[in-house]
């Protein structure tokens, strides 16, 4: 089957569809079966999420991504320039990881937290744009003004919602109300 067909993108989904093909075949599921679960798989809600174009701008929202490993992923399966949401508490994130990624595919970050020194320090190198939000709706209007049609803004912290929100939940419901007010 064609990878755009699959119902979850990006290079870790493709890695989880083959290893469930391959233990598909040990209990003989029969192939129309698999694909067809394969494209009609539900996501989970604030996981790599697409919530809604506005004026050509994608807003995904994928507020479960705690950690930089996760956000690696978001962000290496965006196809367009991103608009980069990350930042919350820091649980001592390493995020040399990210750099060639940041560097080839974000061109604004906007920090969303109670202290974003270290995600600033940290990426002003590789980004030129970058904002210092402090309340969700500062950090999705920055976003949306720092876009254009084509673009994605990708809320993907890398850290824990501790400082601002509840959990992680909070954070992506309040990412998407953010988003319904603009």
Known sequence: MK???LALQGKHNLNNNMA???ASTLFEFRKETLKKSFQTFQKTEHRLEFVVKVHGIAFWNDSKATNVNSTWYALESMKTPI??????TDKGNEYDCLFELVKNKVKALVCLGADNRKLIETFS???EVIADTHTMEEAVNAAYQL???????LMSP??????LFENYEDRGKQFKNAIREL
């Open 3 to 5: 990878i755009e067909t």
């Open 20 to 22: 469930a093909s391959v």
């Open 83 to 88: 608009i980069w949401i990350a930042g919350g």
């Open 125 to 127: 190198p590789y980004v």
């Open 147 to 153: 876009g254009n049609p084509g673009d994605v803004v």
């Open 158 to 163: 890398a850290c824990a919602s501790f400082d």
